[in-house]
């Protein structure tokens, strides 16, 4: 068996930049345990296997099946690997419909293209508010005596979100290093999967930014994933986001294929 696969560089216009995921083309469905072994084997922070729903190939479809696994399990929703995977669709197989229809865990999501970027139109988890107390050990754990402004947790998508102080500056955020070991110890309830740090940006400067953010889940097996905002990650990468009336959120970001292959399973 033989299975198309790319790799792809999610929110940025450069290669070997943003956010990398690996995308394969599925004609049949496979058994989950292959799914997992070939996220393993690909080692990224996601990698997301699109399947055909009731269309004759991936140019001219406009529904498709898509799941995400990181080397360790599989993921109920992922922005990048979602925008890699359209971009997969809209620029390597030329697909022909204006707006593609992914079926997923979580629900169906739309990509649609505009001008340089694809728009991605996704649920809006809003977070509730987190008593640090509880969770000092891990907050200690992430960013150290960097001053914190408010912690908050997402129950849908498990994640921890802790602001850093105002008077903060970038370089604290970037020189965060926390360790994967000192992570999993102070954390080892499963409530939460992924730890965001998130600081305010600088909207005057140029190009100006709204927020700086960095992700940390080895709860995922994945200790950084290097996009989920202006990142301040070392391989950078941007995205912009439009919450809306309808309770949605538009994620807007471009993408770049840097390999393509094939793997003989």
Known sequence: MEIPIFTVDSFTDLPFKGNPAAVCLIENELQDDLYQSIAAEMNLSETAFIT??????????????????????????CGHATLASAAVLFYMKKNVNPVLVFETMRGELYVHQHEESLIMDFPLNKPNPQDQHEIKDL???VVG??????VCFNPTTRNLIICLADTCDRSELTSLKPEAKSLLENESTGKIKGVIVTMKGDSTAQPG???????????LGVLEDPVCAYQCSSRGGELGLEIRDDGRLNIIGRAQTVLQGTLKI
């Open 139 to 141: 907050l200690k754990a």
């Open 209 to 219: 930014y709204d927020f700086y953010s960095r992700y940390f889940s080895p709860w």
């Open 145 to 150: 005596d960097v001053p914190i402004q408010d």
């Open 52 to 77: 055909r729903r009731n269309s004759m190939d991936f140019s001219s479809g406009a529904r498709f099946g898509l799941r995400w696994f990181t080397p360790t399990c599989e993921m109920p929703l």
